[in-house]
Nanobody
Framework: QVQLVESGGGLVQAGGSLRLSCAAS????????MGWFRQAPGKEREFVAA????????IYADSVKGRLTISRDNAENTVYLQMNSLKPEDTAVYYC??????????????WGQGTQVTVSS
């Protein structure tokens, strides 16, 4: 069992930056693939980024490549999403997710409760 708690969301102007954090419980965090998803009002939840258990592999949605960076600190049981050059269309609730297998990170087993990111124009 893994519990995930996101933080770091807020209101930022277009072009600004935010860093989201996701703290995970459980002694097996370092063996889990981690991901970030988001859901904008009136839209379905969509994949944003994922990272393998070692941090050696990452993947991003085309819409965020070059602006958002996922990373992890296994010693701190935390995964991050550095968000730069933010756009109003990045406004959404951002969810942290975890799965034992990197190949299944698009349908992860565990979810956090989400944190709101609002980008004003």
């Amino acid at each position: 069992q893994v519990q995930l708690v996101e933080s770091g969301g807020g209101l930022v102007q277009a072009g600004g930056s935010l860093r989201l954090s996701c703290a995970a419980s459980g002694r097996t965090f370092s063996s889990y693939a981690m991901g970030w998803f988001r859901q904008a009002p009136g839209k379905e939840r969509e994949f944003v980024a994922a990272i393998s258990w070692s941090g050696g592999n990452t993947i991003y949605a085309d819409s965020v490549k070059g602006r958002l960076t996922i990373s992890r600190d296994n010693a701190e049981n935390t995964v991050y999403l550095q968000m730069n050059s933010l756009k109003p269309e990045d406004t959404a609730v951002y969810y942290c997710a975890a799965d034992p297998q990197y190949g299944r990170i698009y349908v992860p087993r565990y979810w956090g409760q989400g944190t709101q990111v609002t980008v004003s124009s």
